[in-house]
């Protein structure tokens, strides 16, 4: 059964608080995503990696980075967190557009920033 | 600019009626695909359909239909004979650079869908 992992569903940190959302696929996919969710707002995307170390700016990438270490890994990382992050945050892994067109999800990380 | 519209923000219909969902999207990419989503309210999101930006004819699945016109560049999503468990979220995105590597997959503000008893 194909997966993606996201690490914590439901999180909370203090504002300036350095916080980590990992997401894991094994489906061997080159293309990983990381989005938020906000009511009225859809999904945005945050960054985008097409291969390992590499990554490309979504729509919404300030106070943001992205980590891509290895294949089936892909960090998001709010280097100071700040109350206008809560939100829901999807992680999702396909192959590259031009091998198919299945993007599998995970299931979602809620974060709190207090 | 907002590459992928949905612009009702709330839609409701009675059981077992049809129902669409607007899209419209825009690009200069000739090769793109689009997708339409379901999340529920336990927030998986759910494929439901997707329209290549070559194929000839309007993708269906099952009493999904995607309406796509391409020189409108709309894809709106019509569900047949709606059921209560059609409640939910509905997301239209878009993935341009279907013959590349490094294709986005971006999303639409959603609509949500009640359905009536």
């Known amino acids: 059964d194909v997966k993606v992992t996201q690490s914590s569903r439901y999180l909370v940190k203090r504002t300036g608080e350095k916080v980590f959302l990992e997401c894991v696929q094994d489906?061997?996919?080159?293309?990983m995503f990381w989005y938020r969710q906000d009511p009225g707002l859809g999904l945005r995307l945050i960054y985008f990696s097409y291969d390992v170390k590499m990554k490309e700016k979504g729509d919404i990438p300030e106070g943001y980075s992205v980590s891509r270490e290895k294949k089936e890994r892909f960090s998001l990382i709010l280097e100071s967190a700040s109350t206008n992050q809560t939100s829901m945050y999807l992680c999702?892994?396909?192959?590259?557009?031009?091998?198919?067109?299945?993007?599998?999800f995970g299931e979602g990380s809620w974060l709190t920033v207090v | 600019a907002q590459k992928i519209t949905q612009t009702q923000p709330g839609m409701f219909v009675q059981e077992k009626e049809a129902v669409t969902l607007d899209c419209t999207y825009d690009t200069s990419d000739p090769s793109y695909g689009l997708f339409w989503y379901k999340q529920p309210s336990s927030g998986e999101m759910i494929f439901l359909i997707y329209?290549?930006?070559?194929?000839?004819q309007n993708a269906t699945e099952g009493r999904y239909s995607l309406n796509f016109q391409k020189a409108r560049k709309s894809a709106n999503l019509v569900i047949s004979a709606s059921q209560l468990g059609d409640s939910a979220m509905y997301f239209c995105?878009?993935?341009?650079?279907?013959?590349?590597?490094?294709?986005?997959?971006?999303f639409g503000q959603g609509t949500t869908l009640q359905v009536k008893p």
């Open positions: 999702a892994s396909s192959f590259p557009a031009r091998s198919g067109n299945t993007i599998y």
């Open positions: 489906m061997d996919h080159e293309n």
């Open positions: 995105a878009m993935r341009e650079g279907l013959e590349s590597n490094t294709g986005k997959l971006i």
């Open positions: 329209q290549g930006s070559y194929d000839q």
